[in-house]
């Protein structure tokens, strides 16, 4: 089964959005892949379900660095050198947002798209193991040189 490559965007569209216009930070983009199951996540990971037009899965993968630079950025600037609830929280609530945005980009294109709360784990040496539906891995750098991972497990679920 393949992914429709047009389906990406909407994904790419709404992290960079949310992440200029929340944590006033400008993501590059680098080169998108696929990735073959199971994969090394980063420490911090946050799964957030799809359904509607479109089931599956989406994977957000950070390291620590980029935890900590994000959720400082959401509280205002404050730093954070761990991940307590407060960080951990704000992670979450940055990709929930990320998603209802990218829900948003979808609908405005005739595709219903519901999300599932986030769930969020920490640890060492995650696995991910996906059956059935490719990966796609969208890399995205931050300004200072940390970087998170997109990894876009969906199918079509339309005709």
């Not at 990709?95 to 294109?109: C, D, P, Q, R």
């Not at 996906?130 to 998170?148: N, R």
Request: proline share 4%; hydrophobic share 45%; with cysteine.
């Amino acid at each position: 089964m393949s992914i429709n490559v047009d389906l990406i965007n909407p994904f790419v569209q709404g992290t960079q959005t949310i992440l200029r216009d929340v944590c006033k930070e400008v993501p590059k983009l680098g080169k998108v892949y696929l990735k073959k199951s199971p994969y090394a996540s980063g420490s911090i990971v946050v799964i957030i379900g799809l359904t509607g037009d479109i089931k599956g899965q989406v994977i957000f993968s950070l390291d620590k660095q980029a935890a900590c630079s994000i959720s400082s950025k959401m509280m205002m600037g404050l730093a954070v050198e761990e991940l307590d609830e407060m960080a951990k929280s704000a992670i979450s609530e940055l990709m929930n947002m990320i998603l209802g945005h990218t829900a948003t980009i979808f609908y405005t294109k005739g595709i219903f798209v519901d999300i599932t709360p986030p769930s969020l784990f920490v640890g060492n040496d995650i696995q991910i193991s996906i059956s059935k539906i490719q990966t796609i891995c969208i890399p995205l750098h931050l300004e200072d040189g940390a970087m998170f991972e997109i990894d876009v497990a969906i199918q079509e679920n339309y005709s």
